[in-house]
């Protein structure tokens, strides 16, 4: 069973930074795409950032500029640095991955920004 397995999360002031990362506790096969996603509370899960196995990226008109997604074939790892973090970034993220014929997600990991 693959466990994707998310790190970096924590408690930032508004203005700084935080670097997520999701690694893949086992190999998997064609990949397609990685992505990180996030939700607030009492809101859905909504799509921050993916990159697809060719290199192509796309953002959330909300985090563009700030965030930028990256990731490796070592270990199937996803990175998202986020940069001047706003109070409205306060979410529960969670990477995904997808598969030939399933999706994978983490966790989860808390990021809370204050103000």
């Known amino acids: 069973q693959v466990q994707l397995v998310e790190s970096g999360g924590g408690l930032v002031q508004a203005g700084g930074s935080l670097r997520l990362s999701c690694e893949a506790s086992?190999?998997?096969?064609?990949?397609?795409?990685r992505g990180w996603y996030r939700q607030a509370p009492g809101k859905q899960r909504e799509l921050v950032a993916r990159?697809?196995?060719?290199?192509?990226?796309n953002y959330a008109d909300s985090v563009k500029g700030r965030f930028t997604i990256s990731a490796t074939n070592a270990k199937n790892t996803v990175y998202l640095q986020m940069n001047s973090l706003k109070p409205e970034d306060t979410a529960v993220y969670y990477c995904n991955q997808e598969g030939l014929y399933r999706d994978y997600w983490g966790q989860g990991t808390q990021v809370t920004v204050s103000s």
């Open positions: 990159i697809t196995s060719g290199g192509s990226t």
């Open positions: 086992r190999s998997i096969v064609n990949i397609n795409a």
